[in-house]
């Protein structure tokens, strides 16, 4: 029992951090409808820059967070108006052959300034494991959750209540009628891709405080489509649902059925379910439903 | 206030939808524009309003002022800023908002925020149905209550002039006499210039000051309603009247009057 506890925690905690990048791809597929193949290097650039601001220049960790999210943002911002400014009104899959260039181009370019070799971050948060019954916690994990869910609850209440975070549902809705409200959508594509790059850049950061640093946590952002997907491309609640679902399942994976087959299994588990789930349900568990009045 | 002198809109650089367009808006009036299928009336609407930029079509000759002001080829949003404001044909509300949040992103532009809450209360208080219903999702309204809903959107951008296309477009009846009605208090109690582009020329005129009519891309008449009222060729092709009252259909077909405009 204890170990199934801990694997479900363990689960929820990665799975979590799964949801948060997940809402990259929906905020990018919501407001133009494209897949942004270079999420996983945003998620790398992000964290680098965090870690090198803690190991080399001795920022202390929040600062560097708040610095890193600050860059990934203005990433994002830059990313959209230069690479993919010239795609808007173009076939949809153009732009999606433009992010899979972006993220090589991003990929190299971590590559020549960071090298390849895993680093890992100076401890940040204390060693001690906080005990809950007979479920025992890293504090990396308990405090990952704890981060990962005030910046869902920061893009809850934006999406809800801010003007333009309802500018955005409503371009995501009917882009010209957006336009005809005299809704920047030039601008609601720049934030989508803003938003994008700092809620990568946080994901990576509490993964490479958890796993150490190098170029193969980009794969991460492939992982995460399945989970976006997986709640429906363009539903916001569906992707921490689906998060935190394909968390649990790949830690009880790793914990129950890796042994047996001597391990792997994990990693390709998401996957299968995708195509089990896109089998029964195209759209997804929570993907938009188009509204037909009869 | 408004005034499109001669324009030309051609889409993709070869098909010419207005050719030579000229109407005045005069401030504070109900102006009805009136035209057939395919005439060019939304076309009109869309040059004014910038909304051409994203169908590929553009001003090709002639200009259009607002105050003396030149604004033909300027992006949707600095029109919206400088206070027009189109509702669009097909009510185009945002399906998946709250009728409340669309009518937030309807003031999206507005400097003074804090005055939303306010704006809110009257347009609720021109549609208390949409008081009702301010909770659920637009999508699941009925169509009448979309274009009330696409409507009360327009008023809380404050425009000087509001442009209407077909605001009585797959609606009852009995409900486009009430959402005319509407139309009509909102222009003498806010004055708000209105431009209402409409197929059914009667009622559009039954509230409008001015007509013009609209056919192949320019405008072949105009006149105060009253006059436009009068005319046997308005009489005969826009209202479905002769000289003898309502037509049954076996004359209509048998007899065709000419147009004299032509």
Known sequence: ?294 | MLTLNNVEVMYNRVILVLKGMSMVIPEGKIVALLGSNGAGKTTTLKAISGLLKSEDGEVTDGYIELYGERIEGKDAEEIVKKGIFQCMEGRRVFEHLTVEENLIVGAHTRKDRHNIKADLQKVYHYFPKLHMLRHRQAGYLSGGEQQMLAIGRGMMAKPKILLLDEPSLGIAPLLVKEIFSIIKRINEEEGTTILVVEQNANIALSIAHYGYIMENGRIVMDGPVERLLENEDVKEFYLGMSEKGRKNYREVKSYKRRKRWL
Not at chain 1, 154 to 173: C, N, Q, V
Not at chain 1, 181 to 197: H, L, Q
Not at chain 1, 231 to 246: Q, V, Y
């Open chain 1, 1 to 294: 029992m204890a170990f199934f506890l801990q694997m479900l925690v363990t689960g929820i905690v990665v799975g979590s951090v799964y949801a948060l990048v997940a809402l990259g791809f929906v905020l990018i597929y919501k407001s133009s409808d494209a897949i942004n193949f270079a999420q996983g290097e945003f998620l790398l650039i992000g964290t680098y820059v965090c870690l090198t601001l803690v190991a080399s220049y001795n920022v202390p960790f929040i600062a560097a967070l708040l610095l890193a999210l600050a860059f990934s943002a203005l990433l994002g911002w830059s990313v959209e108006k230069v690479v993919l400014r010239p795609f808007i009104g173009k076939p949809v899959i153009s732009m999606i052959m433009a992010t899979i260039g972006l993220s090589s181009v991003l990929a190299g370019i971590v590559h020549i300034i960071w090298g390849h070799e895993t680093r890992v971050y100076p401890p940040v948060f204390s060693e001690k494991p906080l005990q809950f019954g007979e479920v025992i916690i890293a504090p990396v994990y308990a405090w990952s959750f704890v981060i990962v869910m005030i910046w869902l609850v920061i893009f809850t209440l934006f999406f809800k209540y801010s003007r333009f975070g309802i500018a955005m549902r409503a371009t995501a809705d009917d882009q010209q009628a957006a336009l005809s409200m005299g809704i920047s959508v030039k601008t609601i594509f720049a934030i989508a891709w803003a938003i994008a790059a700092i809620v990568s850049a946080v994901g990576g950061v509490l993964l490479g405080n958890i796993n150490g640093v190098n170029s193969s946590l980009s794969l991460i952002g492939l992982k995460v489509l399945p989970v976006a997907i997986l709640g429906g491309l363009d539903s916001i609640p569906g992707a921490i649902i689906g998060g935190i679902l394909i968390g649990i399942i790949e830690s009880m994976t790793g914990g129950y059925l890796d042994p047996l087959v001597g391990g792997g299994l994990k990693e390709v588990i998401p996957f299968v379910i995708l195509v089990i789930i896109l089998m029964v349900k195209p759209y997804g568990l929570f993907g938009k439903k188009e509204i037909e009045r009869v």
